[in-house]
């Protein structure tokens, strides 16, 4: 009986974070990384701008604290869910710890996918996909300099998760490296899916990989850590 009830509750608490991921994951897309409009939806030489906080701002900053602290426990970015699960190095051969990973990897989808689809629905000027990748989007080229820089990012972004106990220190941080590591790619896979474009490998690549890049320095960055001589007394 007590087995039964511990089971009960490991699936009540999956299902609590699972839609608790997903609305992180709605919120963030929906209120920080926006959807793109047209100037003028008559005269497209007018060019574009994108509806939302942008996570490489003060507001992106503030609305990704205020998102982690109201959905607590929520990964919401791809590259943190992937941070958290390899700088753990049991996660790394527990089959459960995978498959938990994936699903979060997946809800963060279906919540950003879930924010596309209404500001598609109240949003009368947006930019389609098709407009937006007329010619579809590069395939994903492996670069070293790019992936030791998102390596490197990890390795920080991994050390101040651990280190530094602020509800600010993680967006600003994500703030700081918006320009090294793509945080909207669970964004960018909804809105690709979406569209049922041709554009799988280029979206679906560095989704999987700068997440796993970041993840690695991470755990890299934890080893190093520990690894440290401590200070002497």
Known sequence: MGCENEKVNEMEFDVRKTMTELGGAFAVTWLVF???VWNNAADMTQGTYVVGLGIASVGGVLAMAIAWMAFKGADI????TWMKHMSNTDNLSDVDAWINTVITLVTQ???AALAIFL???ITADYVTYEIAHAGGQEEWAFDAMTVMSIVAAGAVLGHISSKVD???A???AVMAMAGIINFESAADMA?????ETGDMMAVAVPWIVDGICVGAGALIGGMIDENLPGEEE
């Open 34 to 36: 926006g959807i793109t």
């Open 77 to 80: 970015l791809p590259p943190v």
């Open 109 to 111: 989808i279906v919540g």
């Open 119 to 121: 500001m598609a629905e």
């Open 166 to 168: 602020s509800v600010w």
């Open 170 to 172: 993680m967006p600003v």
């Open 191 to 195: 809105s690709m899916i979406m569209n």
